[in-house]
C-alpha cells in the first residue's frame, strides 16, 4: 500500500512535523509514504505513476485553496481516465461540506482528522485505512466521517435513544447518532436534506434518501414510548426528522 501525503504551507498543521509523521505512519506497516509536495498538480502526477489509492490532504486556514484542491482531485477523477485517490483523509480543524459533497461526487471515500501530533494522525490514519478495507468505516466517537469524536457526547445520543427503546439493531440508529453529532459539531444552519444526509450516505454508501427514511421509520416508536413527554414536553405530536435531530443536539447541549 503506497500513501501520498500532501502538505500546504501552514507550519500549525503538519509542516513542522513532516520527517516524523512519515516514519510514524510508515512505522504501522500499513502504508509506504510515496510522497510530500505542496504542489497538487504534482501530486496528482505521483498518484498516476505509484499507482495511489490514499492520499492525505492539509487544509490550512484559506478555504479557497482547499477548494481548489479539491476541484483538482475531482477533475483528476472525472478525467485522467485513472481511479486513484479514492480514499482520502483531509486534517482540517473542521469539515469541510464543500469537500464533503464534491469527492462523494466522484465517489471518493472521505474522512477529517483534527490537527494534532503526527503519531495520532497516523494512528487515525491506519484506523481509516482497516475499516475502509472492512466496509465498516467507523471509528468510535466519529460524527459520520470525523476521526477524534467526543465519546461523551455519542454516548449521551446512545442513552436517549435507549430510553426511547430504539434498539441500535435498526439500520436508521448509526445515522441518527451520526446526525446529531454533526448538528452538534457545527456552528453553522445545516440543511439535511443537502448536507447531513449526503455526508451520512457516503460513509454507508446509501443514497441520502435512504438515511432520510431510516431515520424517519424510528419515530413513531420513540414517541410512542413512556418516556417522550418527560424528554421532549415541547413536542406534542410526532416531529419531522429535522426537529427530532435537533431536539436530540439540544438536549444533549443542556445536560
Known amino acids: 500500500m503506497i500513501l501520498l501525503i500532501i502538505v500546504t504551507d501552514s507550519d500549525d498543521y503538519l509542516g513542522l512535523g513532516r520527517a516524523e509523521l512519515k516514519n510514524e505512519i510508515q512505522r504501522s506497516g500499513s502504508f509506504l509514504v510515496g510522497d510530500i509536495t505542496q504542489d497538487i498538480r504534482a501530486a496528482l502526477r505521483s498518484a498516476t505513476d505509484l499507482r495511489c489509492d490514499y492520499l492525505v490532504l492539509e487544509a ?9 484542491r479539491v476541484e483538482a482531485i475531482v477533475d483528476y477523477r472525472q478525467n485522467s ?3 486513484w485517490l479514492s480514499n482520502i483523509l483531509i486534517v482540517s480543524k473542521k469539515v469541510s461540506e464543500y469537500a464533503v459533497r464534491r469527492l462523494g461526487d466522484v465517489n471518493v471515500m472521505l474522512g477529517f482528522v483534527r490537527p494534532s501530533g503526527p503519531e495520532v494522525i497516523a494512528a487515525n490514519l491506519e484506523r481509516f485505512w482497516i475499516d475502509n478495507e472492512n466496509s465498516a468505516y467507523s471509528a468510535e466517537g466519529s460524527a459520520g466521517y470525523v476521526f477524534e469524536g467526543d465519546p461523551v ?5 446512545r442513552t436517549i435513544l435507549n430510553w426511547l427503546d430504539i434498539s441500535s439493531s435498526y439500520t436508521g440508529y448509526r445515522y441518527l447518532v451520526d446526525a446529531v453529532m454533526m448538528v452538534l459539531r457545527s456552528k453553522e444552519p445545516r440543511v439535511l436534506t443537502k448536507e447531513i444526509y449526503p455526508a451520512i450516505g457516503i460513509r454507508y454508501k446509501k443514497s441520502p434518501d435512504s ?6 421509520f424510528l419515530i413513531p416508536a420513540a414517541f410512542n414510548n413512556e418516556n417522550w413527554g418527560r424528554l421532549f414536553p415541547e413536542l406534542k405530536s410526532p416531529p419531522t426528522n429535522s426537529k427530532f435531530i435537533c431536539a436530540l443536539a ?6
Open 60 to 68: 490550512g486556514a484559506d478555504e479557497r485553496r482547499l477548494a481548489e
Open 81 to 83: 481516465g485513472h481511479k
Open 153 to 157: 457526547s455519542v454516548d449521551s445520543v
Open 211 to 216: 438515511v432520510e427514511r431510516a431515520i424517519r
Open 250 to 255: 439540544d438536549k444533549i447541549r443542556k445536560r
